[in-house]
Protein backbone atom coordinates (compact mmCIF):
# COMPACT_ATOMS: atom_id res chain seq x y z
CA UNK A 1 0.00 0.00 0.00
CA UNK A 2 1.56 3.72 -0.94
CA UNK A 3 1.59 6.20 1.72
CA UNK A 4 -0.51 9.18 0.84
CA UNK A 5 1.49 12.03 0.56
CA UNK A 6 -0.19 14.58 2.40
CA UNK A 7 -1.21 17.91 1.20
CA UNK A 8 0.44 21.18 0.73
CA UNK A 9 -1.43 24.06 2.54
CA UNK A 10 -1.80 28.04 0.86
CA UNK A 11 0.31 29.32 3.13
CA UNK A 12 3.27 26.60 1.94
CA UNK A 13 2.78 26.72 -1.52
CA UNK A 14 2.95 30.23 -1.56
CA UNK A 15 5.98 30.55 0.51
CA UNK A 16 7.29 28.05 -1.74
CA UNK A 17 6.40 29.15 -5.14
CA UNK A 18 8.07 32.72 -3.98
CA UNK A 19 11.28 30.95 -2.74
CA UNK A 20 11.36 29.47 -6.35
CA UNK A 21 10.76 31.72 -8.29
CA UNK A 22 12.95 34.25 -6.50
CA UNK A 23 15.99 31.77 -6.90
CA UNK A 24 15.14 31.52 -10.90
CA UNK A 25 14.98 35.43 -11.10
CA UNK A 26 18.86 35.71 -9.58
CA UNK A 27 20.08 32.95 -11.33
CA UNK A 28 18.56 34.55 -14.41
CA UNK A 29 19.55 37.98 -13.81
CA UNK A 30 22.93 36.65 -13.33
CA UNK A 31 23.11 34.68 -16.67
CA UNK A 32 21.44 37.44 -18.59
CA UNK A 33 21.79 40.83 -16.98
CA UNK A 34 25.76 40.11 -14.88
CA UNK A 35 26.28 43.61 -14.85
CA UNK A 36 22.66 44.73 -13.78
CA UNK A 37 22.39 42.25 -11.45
CA UNK A 38 25.86 43.03 -9.82
CA UNK A 39 24.33 46.50 -9.49
CA UNK A 40 21.40 45.75 -7.93
CA UNK A 41 23.03 43.67 -5.37
CA UNK A 42 25.51 46.55 -4.67
CA UNK A 43 28.85 45.21 -6.42
CA UNK A 44 30.99 45.85 -8.42
CA UNK A 45 30.10 44.34 -12.09
CA UNK A 46 32.01 41.21 -12.25
CA UNK A 47 34.72 40.38 -14.74
CA UNK A 48 36.80 37.33 -15.78
CA UNK A 49 37.45 35.03 -12.62
CA UNK A 50 34.46 36.83 -10.52
CA UNK A 51 32.13 36.48 -13.42
CA UNK A 52 32.72 32.87 -13.67
CA UNK A 53 31.81 31.96 -10.07
CA UNK A 54 29.25 34.18 -9.89
CA UNK A 55 27.56 32.38 -13.01
CA UNK A 56 28.26 29.02 -11.07
CA UNK A 57 26.35 30.35 -8.49
CA UNK A 58 23.89 31.45 -10.80
CA UNK A 59 23.14 28.35 -12.38
CA UNK A 60 22.76 26.69 -9.00
CA UNK A 61 19.89 29.23 -8.23
CA UNK A 62 18.06 28.51 -11.21
CA UNK A 63 18.34 24.43 -10.72
CA UNK A 64 17.11 25.20 -7.29
CA UNK A 65 14.16 27.53 -7.88
CA UNK A 66 13.45 25.14 -10.84
CA UNK A 67 13.78 22.17 -8.56
CA UNK A 68 11.01 23.55 -5.65
CA UNK A 69 8.99 25.41 -8.56
CA UNK A 70 8.05 21.47 -10.36
CA UNK A 71 7.75 19.88 -6.93
CA UNK A 72 5.22 22.14 -6.32
CA UNK A 73 3.52 22.02 -9.39
CA UNK A 74 3.21 18.28 -9.89
CA UNK A 75 1.91 17.41 -6.02
CA UNK A 76 4.87 16.50 -5.22
CA UNK A 77 6.81 17.07 -1.62
CA UNK A 78 9.05 19.64 -1.41
CA UNK A 79 11.22 18.83 1.49
CA UNK A 80 14.22 17.77 -0.57
CA UNK A 81 14.40 21.05 -2.43
CA UNK A 82 13.76 22.96 0.53
CA UNK A 83 16.28 21.43 2.38
CA UNK A 84 18.69 22.50 -0.37
CA UNK A 85 17.76 25.82 -0.61
CA UNK A 86 18.45 26.54 3.05
CA UNK A 87 21.98 24.78 3.41
CA UNK A 88 22.67 27.71 0.33
CA UNK A 89 20.90 30.25 1.87
CA UNK A 90 22.64 29.74 4.44
CA UNK A 91 26.16 29.37 3.02
CA UNK A 92 25.14 32.75 1.53
CA UNK A 93 23.92 34.66 4.57
CA UNK A 94 27.56 33.58 6.19
CA UNK A 95 29.52 34.13 3.18
CA UNK A 96 27.65 37.87 2.66
CA UNK A 97 28.06 38.70 6.89
CA UNK A 98 31.86 37.68 6.10
CA UNK A 99 32.18 40.12 3.25
CA UNK A 100 30.25 43.11 5.42
CA UNK A 101 32.89 42.13 8.29
CA UNK A 102 35.62 43.66 6.04
CA UNK A 103 33.99 46.79 6.38
CA UNK A 104 34.70 49.40 3.98
CA UNK A 105 33.33 49.29 0.51
CA UNK A 106 32.45 45.77 1.27
CA UNK A 107 30.02 46.54 4.13
CA UNK A 108 26.90 47.69 1.98
CA UNK A 109 27.19 44.69 -0.96
CA UNK A 110 27.51 42.28 2.44
CA UNK A 111 24.68 43.84 4.29
CA UNK A 112 22.11 43.79 1.64
CA UNK A 113 23.13 40.28 1.19
CA UNK A 114 22.67 39.39 4.71
CA UNK A 115 19.00 41.21 4.52
CA UNK A 116 18.16 38.79 1.04
CA UNK A 117 19.87 35.78 2.54
CA UNK A 118 19.04 35.39 5.76
CA UNK A 119 15.42 35.88 5.73
CA UNK A 120 15.62 33.14 2.43
CA UNK A 121 16.93 30.83 4.74
CA UNK A 122 14.35 31.63 7.56
CA UNK A 123 11.39 31.35 5.22
CA UNK A 124 13.01 28.10 4.01
CA UNK A 125 13.17 26.93 7.71
CA UNK A 126 9.45 27.73 8.48
CA UNK A 127 8.97 25.96 4.71
CA UNK A 128 10.49 22.62 5.88
CA UNK A 129 8.86 22.59 9.29
CA UNK A 130 5.74 23.13 7.95
CA UNK A 131 5.99 19.90 5.24
CA UNK A 132 7.33 17.91 8.28
CA UNK A 133 4.14 18.49 9.69
Known amino acids: MRKRRPSIGTDERLIGAALAAGRIAIGAGIWAGPKLTAGALGMKPWQ???LA???IAG???LILG???????RDGGLPLTPTA???ACDAGDTLA???LAARGGEELGPGLRGVAAAGPATALGVWLAHR???
Open 48 to 50: GEA
Open 53 to 55: VAR
Open 59 to 61: TRD
Open 66 to 72: AWLGAEL
Open 84 to 86: ALI
Open 96 to 98: FAL
Open 131 to 133: LRK
